[in-house]
C-alpha cells in the first residue's frame, strides 16, 4: 500500500491550499512531482493514491500522467537521458543522437540497460532549440550533443553513479 510520510502528507496540504476550495484538481502536477521522487517512476498504485488524496477520479490522474514526457510510468535507470525530438534538434541531428546513444547504450528508446543505470527516452521541446541538438539529464541540459559529447556524457555519469549509491 501505498502511502505518503506525514511530511509529504503536510506538503499535498500545502499544495492543495494554494487553490480556491473544490479545485483541489489544479493541484495534481505538483502532487504528481512529489509521488515521483517517492519511487522515481509512478505505478497505477501510486496514481490511485494521489487520487484519493486529492479527491478526483483515477482516470483524471492517468490523463496527465500519460500526457506529459515528465512522469515515468515504469522504472527508469539512475540517468535518464530524454533526447528533445523537436522540429529544431531534429533537424540537427538528434535522430543521430538517439540513434548513437541506442547503439551504445544497447538499449531502444524506452528502455533501460540492463546494470539499471540508463533509460533513454524521447521527449518534445525542452525549449532550448538555439542549442540543439540537445537532451535534459535530471536537472540540466546537454546542448550543442555531438557522438563525442554524448560519450563523455555516459562517462561522467559512469564515474558519478557510485556517489549515488
Not at 99 to 120: H, N, P, S, W
Not at 132 to 137: D, I, N, Y
Request: charged letters at 25%; hydrophobic letters at 40%.
Amino acid at each position: 500500500m501505498i502511502k505518503f510520510s506525514e511530511q509529504k502528507l503536510a506538503k499535498v496540504q500545502e499544495i492543495i491550499a494554494r487553490y480556491p476550495q473544490g479545485k483541489q484538481k489544479s493541484a495534481l502536477i505538483p502532487v504528481l512531482h512529489l509521488a515521483q521522487e517517492e519511487n522515481g517512476w509512478l505505478s497505477a498504485e501510486t496514481m490511485d493514491y494521489v487520487a484519493s488524496l486529492l479527491q478526483i477520479e483515477p482516470i483524471e490522474v492517468y490523463e496527465v500522467a500519460t500526457f506529459y514526457s515528465m512522469f515515468n510510468l515504469k522504472p527508469v535507470g539512475k540517468f535518464l537521458f530524454e533526447v528533445c525530438q523537436t522540429g529544431p534538434c531534429m533537424i540537427s541531428g538528434s535522430d543521430d543522437i538517439v540513434d548513437y546513444i541506442k547503439q551504445r547504450l544497447g538499449i531502444g528508446v524506452g528502455e533501460t540497460t540492463a546494470d539499471g543505470m540508463f533509460t533513454l527516452k524521447t521527449v518534445e521541446c525542452l525549449g532550448a532549440c538555439g542549442y540543439a541538438p540537445m537532451m535534459q539529464l535530471g536537472k540540466h541540459y546537454k546542448e550543442h550533443l555531438t557522438k563525442d559529447r554524448v560519450d563523455a556524457i555516459i562517462e561522467e555519469c559512469r564515474k558519478n553513479a557510485g556517489a549515488l549509491n
